[in-house]
């Protein structure tokens, strides 16, 4: 049932991201407290912390890309509702196929509009201004300049199709054993 909701919550964030370039707090609030409450009726008090720490775990990068590399807040929101499905063991399967799937889909999309040179500098910027914030605790990184909306790329296509290669996993991997 988890993967099923997982999967379906992040299809439909689809639709709104694509659609309205926004994933909205009726669908991610809605799922992040059936989460909960289903890890809890599950799994007890133990199942309950399960879910919080998945939460946190799969929302965290997310939240960070959000405050400091113009990620998508929806995108934060987004993960923490699936880390609450799935858990942490899951949930970091989850957070694998995700990053690398925004890693294709990124280049994918750069490579079809002749931007990967682009692609690839935007990262370099946005990676040694983290580095910078890191090291000097906010004092040299300056101002990052904020990416146009018509260069950002709708992740939630991305969290989608890591939710279905990380289910896909370990569905083979549980039939394996």
Same mark, same amino acid.
Request: aromatic share 8%.
């Given at each position: 049932?988890?993967? $099923?909701?997982? !999967?379906?919550? @992040?299809?439909?964030?689809?639709?709104?991201?694509? %659609?309205?370039?926004?994933?909205?707090?009726?669908?991610?609030?809605?799922?992040?407290?059936?989460?909960?409450?289903? @890890?809890?009726?599950? $799994?007890?008090?133990?199942?309950?912390?399960?879910?919080?720490?998945?939460?946190?775990?799969?929302?965290? =990068?997310?939240?960070?890309?959000?405050?400091?590399?113009?990620?998508?807040?929806?995108?934060?929101?987004?993960?923490?509702?699936?880390?609450?499905?799935?858990? !942490?063991?899951? $949930?970091?399967?989850?957070?694998?196929?995700?990053?690398?799937?925004?890693?294709?889909?990124?280049?994918?999309?750069?490579?079809?509009? %002749?931007?990967? &040179?682009?692609?690839? &500098? @935007?990262?370099? &910027? %946005?990676?040694?201004?983290?580095?910078?914030?890191?090291?000097?605790?906010? $004092?040299?990184?300056?101002?990052? =300049?904020?990416?146009?909306?018509?260069? %950002?790329? =709708?992740?939630?296509?991305?969290?989608?199709?890591?939710?279905? !290669?990380?289910?896909?996993?370990?569905?083979?991997?549980? !039939?394996?054993?």
């Amino acid at each position: 049932m988890q993967w $099923g909701v997982a !999967i379906g919550v @992040s299809l439909g964030a689809v639709v709104y991201d694509l %659609k309205d370039r926004r994933i909205p707090n009726v669908l991610v609030g809605p799922a992040l407290a059936a989460g909960f409450v289903w @890890s809890a009726c599950i $799994g007890g008090m133990v199942g309950l912390a399960e879910a919080a720490v998945g939460c946190m775990a799969l929302a965290a =990068p997310f939240v960070l890309l959000f405050m400091f590399a113009g990620g998508g807040a929806g995108d934060a929101k987004l993960m923490g509702a699936i880390g609450a499905w799935l858990g !942490i063991i899951n $949930g970091l399967a989850v957070l694998v196929a995700v990053a690398l799937s925004g890693v294709v889909f990124a280049a994918a999309i750069a490579l079809a509009h %002749k931007r990967l &040179r682009a692609l690839g &500098r @935007s990262v370099y &910027r %946005k990676g040694l201004y983290l580095l910078l914030l890191l090291l000097t605790h906010g $004092g040299l990184a300056g101002e990052l =300049p904020e990416t146009p909306d018509s260069e %950002k790329m =709708p992740y939630s296509v991305a969290v989608f199709a890591g939710v279905c !290669i990380a289910a896909a996993g370990v569905l083979l991997w549980r !039939i394996s054993q």
